[in-house]
T-cell receptor, first 110, second 112 residues
């Protein structure tokens, strides 16, 4: 069974801090997604990774396929980064089906 | 910027009634998805749709559920006889090439 685990469950940071959110999964995957869900419920795709590292603005996502682990880093965090960050994977051979983690609630205090 | 839209934003229905949730995916996208999120729980995959047929579905997507792309622009999710446990936020998503998915704002379904 494919499990996606995220840690920590809740995270509070001070504005300006460097933040790391972790994701681990239990099966071989073809892709890993990082998503952001705002308090109103809307979901935004941040990254899709199958190897290495991607950067977009203050966000960096890395993946280690051998260790079945990915991290999302936020540099110079800001209160507007407060949201739920969700990791989701497509298992190898699963075509398009995404399996989601529970998400991490991030609060950035001014 | 093109976006996925969903209607209605909130649907309240009585148990046993049929509901149709509507989505308009981004116009040049070819892959379409429905997800649901029960309050306080994680997002769950329901179904993916490509080339006018279901390409994959989860165990949640039983005979009570169906999807359709009736007119080349809308993508609908029908629940034939709603149950209390169908209460959730339902998200539609689309992608051009099975890579990044663009999500709609969701429809909150409340079954009484």
């Amino acid at each position: 069974k494919n499990e996606v685990e995220q840690s920590p469950q809740n995270l509070t940071a001070q504005e300006g801090e460097f933040i790391t959110i972790n994701c681990s999964y239990s099966v071989g995957i073809s892709a890993l997604h990082w998503l952001q869900q705002h308090p109103g419920g809307g979901i935004v795709s941040l990254f899709m990774l199958s190897s290495g590292k991607k950067k977009h603005g203050r966000l960096i996502a890395t993946i280690n396929i051998q260790e079945k682990h990915s991290s999302l880093h936020i540099t110079a965090s800001h209160p507007r980064d407060s949201a739920v960050y969700i990791c989701a994977v497509t298992a190898t051979g699963a075509n398009s089906k995404l399996t989601f983690g529970k998400g991490i609630t991030l609060s950035v205090r001014p | 910027e093109p976006e996925v839209t969903q209607t209605p934003s909130h649907q309240v229905t009585q148990m046993g009634q049929e509901v149709i949730l509507r989505c308009v995916p981004i116009s040049n996208h070819l892959y379409f998805y429905w997800y649901r999120q029960i309050l306080g729980q994680k997002v769950e995959f329901l179904v993916s749709f490509y080339n006018n047929e279901i390409s994959e579905k989860s165990e949640i997507f039983d005979d009570q559920f169906s999807v359709e792309r009736p007119d080349g622009s809308n993508f609908t999710l029908k629940i034939r006889s709603t149950k209390l446990e169908d209460s959730a936020m339902y998200f539609c998503a689309s992608s051009r090439d099975q890579s990044i998915e663009f999500f709609g704002p969701g429809t909150r379904l409340t079954v009484l």
